[in-house]
């Protein structure tokens, strides 16, 4: 019998081939109620993210035998787990690609024990974040886009959207404030919940890939609209 969610303690997966890091983030996150198992090649990391439930999975950009992009592409074709990306380099080119084939966040390996944690708590809150019944059972709807908050799905017109936890978030949060202008301030706010760079890209990088499931045209929006020097707002094409 497998554990209550309420009971269960967080799994996280480490796919690094830094065995030593592996062996400290484990150390680290083991105290704080966090079972850790790390693997250390890129077909490995695939076949252990796939095959079993994880709270996260913490994965690093270079790695043997596939590297961190084509592990995340691999992962996201079966499964929606929240992904944090290592970079050694913290290479924004290579933060906005991860994003943009499904990462949930990114981290610097020069990064603290505490960073750490709060990444890892932020990205794992967004999946298992309980939604209070009244809400659960109100599905959002806006043309032929529907969004239920309660299994935390969408679907546009009869095709379900293959979405990651920050598209999702993003979405709801956009439909909730419809006709209003959400800024990205506010939308890091309420996805990331953890300080930010100001200039974090992020939330263009994540609308961009929300708007290629929707099939909206950034030029000719039928669902997200950018407000200029303001943010992002969600439209209903039928009112337009």
Do not use: N
């Not at 300080?195 to 263009?204: A, C, K, L, P, T």
Request: charged share 30%.
């Amino acid at each position: 019998m497998h554990p209550s969610p309420a009971t269960a303690r967080p799994r996280l997966l480490v796919i690094d081939d830094d065995r030593k890091l592996c062996r400290l983030i484990a150390a680290y996150l083991a105290p704080l109620g966090y079972d850790v198992e790390a693997v250390h090649t890129g077909p490995e990391g695939v076949e252990r993210a796939t095959g079993a439930v994880w709270s996260a999975v913490i994965l690093d950009l270079m790695l043997p035998g596939l590297d961190g992009f084509e592990v995340l592409k691999q992962i996201r074709h079966k499964s929606d787990v929240p992904v944090l990306m290592l970079t050694s380099r913290g290479d924004e080119a290579d933060r906005i690609v991860g994003l943009e084939m499904g990462a949930d966040d990114y981290l610097p390996k020069t990064f603290s024990s505490r960073e750490l944690l709060a990444r890892i708590r932020a990205v794992t809150r967004r999946t298992t974040r309980e939604v209070p019944a009244t809400v659960a059972d109100k599905e959002i709807v806006i043309a032929e886009l529907r969004i239920r908050p309660g299994p935390r799905t969408a679907v546009l017109g009869d095709t379900p959207l293959a979405l990651t936890p920050v598209e999702y978030e993003l979405l709801l949060s956009l439909a909730k404030a419809k006709g209003r202008v959400k800024t990205r301030d506010h939308l890091l706010e309420e996805i990331r919940d953890r300080d930010y760079e100001v200039f974090d890209r992020s939330i263009d990088v994540h609308i961009s890939a929300l708007r290629k499931k929707l099939g909206d045209d950034p030029k000719t929006p039928r669902f997200i609209r950018t407000v200029r020097a303001s943010g992002y707002m969600l439209i209903d094409p039928h009112a337009e």
